[in-house]
């Protein structure tokens, strides 16, 4: 548990958010559905912050999902979930003081020239995605609003750390047991989500996230989304020409798009990896993607996290017959086209 935590409410202490951290109102950092992020900075360690402002006034049906997001963040600490600080709950406002980072997995698909992701990028990327889930999922935690924009960047380099966000939809459901309750952004869920007939019927459970990881997969490597909303999910599965057009997927890789469509995006929710066999299939044993995650841990001040000890014996062994060397960034190559199918910044549903 985090014992620095700080929850501090109107009813139990005097002290104001103003004597702990100063919130700089005109540095926005993002804005969304239910408050604004500012930055700002600790007095106490003058240490960089966001800070999350939600009006309670305007958003009086959030406070459950704050509650939430705000229970499960203060039993956590893991280097791929971001680290809340601190809550404060006044009569008018909540304010979620959080680690501050750079950007987001969207925001760096939108900036590239291509608006996509290249294979070794989103496969860095996703990696980190899947060891953070399989933490989550180990303590019954699914997040259920997985997408490019909860996907946030420690640095503005090409192979950044990443830590998942905005926990307001999570639940926690254990390894038998499914919910039924409305969650996260349609785009990005199931059909055993998204349709009221089947979510009442059986309910989803931590698979939902899986799916969500597939088409965060599709999305990143091919500029668009993989449906259409306006037909059904499973005859759009089926059509492999739909699913997988020439371009752009004649350039990507045949373990991509395995992992996609055989093992993530399946209608059965029970035929989905979980996330500690996702981070095993082929499209993961790249020795590439080793030398990216070991250069992202000794850059870090945590623990090894990404890797194990006995992975350097086998990727030793593996660069000395096969004759491979480190790329740098600058070598990771993009691929040229954009497809149009429908575009990517979509939001979550608003209720709880």
């Not at 997927?249 to 989905?272: E, P």
Request: net charge negative; charged share 25%.
């Amino acid at each position: 548990i985090n014992s620095v935590f700080t929850i501090v409410t109107s009813r139990s202490e005097s002290r104001d958010i103003s004597e702990l951290y100063k919130i700089n109102p005109i540095e926005v950092l993002g804005s969304g559905q239910f408050g604004t992020v500012y930055g700002g900075h600790s007095l106490e360690k003058n240490e960089q912050v966001a800070i999350k402002v939600i009006d309670k006034t305007r958003f009086s049906d959030q406070e459950e999902k704050i509650h939430r997001e705000v229970d499960i963040l203060h039993e956590i600490t893991h280097p791929g979930v971001i680290k809340l600080h601190a809550m404060f709950d006044t009569p008018g406002k909540f304010f979620l003081v959080m680690e501050k980072l750079h950007s987001d997995m969207l925001e760096m698909i939108l900036s590239q020239p291509i608006k996509r992701l290249n294979e070794r990028q989103t496969k860095f990327i996703i990696y980190q995605v899947l060891v953070a889930l399989r933490y989550l999922h180990s303590k019954s935690i699914v997040h259920c609003d997985l997408k490019p924009e909860n996907v946030l960047l420690a640095q503005s380099q090409d192979f950044p750390q990443t830590k998942l966000c905005d926990f307001g939809f999570a639940r926690i459901i254990g390894e038998k047991s499914f919910r039924r309750s409305i969650v996260g952004t349609p785009a990005y869920l199931p059909p055993e989500a998204l349709k009221p007939e089947i979510r009442l019927e059986k309910g989803y459970n931590r698979s939902l996230d899986m799916w969500s990881c597939g088409v965060i997969i599709y999305v990143s490597l091919s500029g668009t989304f993989p449906f259409n909303e306006d037909e059904e999910i499973e005859d759009q599965i089926r059509n492999a020409n739909f699913m997988f057009p020439t371009n752009p997927w004649k350039d990507i890789s045949k373990d991509a798009i395995d992992l996609i469509s055989h093992h993530l995006l399946q209608v059965n929710a029970g035929h989905r990896l979980a996330a500690a066999n996702a981070l095993r299939h082929a499209f993961f044993e790249d020795y590439q993607l080793y030398c990216d995650l070991r250069k992202l841990e000794d850059s870090c001040s945590c623990e090894r996290w990404l890797t194990l000890d006995e992975d350097d014996d086998k990727w030793e062994q593996y660069a000395k017959e096969n004759g491979c060397s480190e790329k740098s960034s600058a070598e990771s190559s993009l691929t040229l086209t954009l497809p149009t199918k429908n575009f990517l910044s979509v939001q979550s549903t608003s209720k709880n």
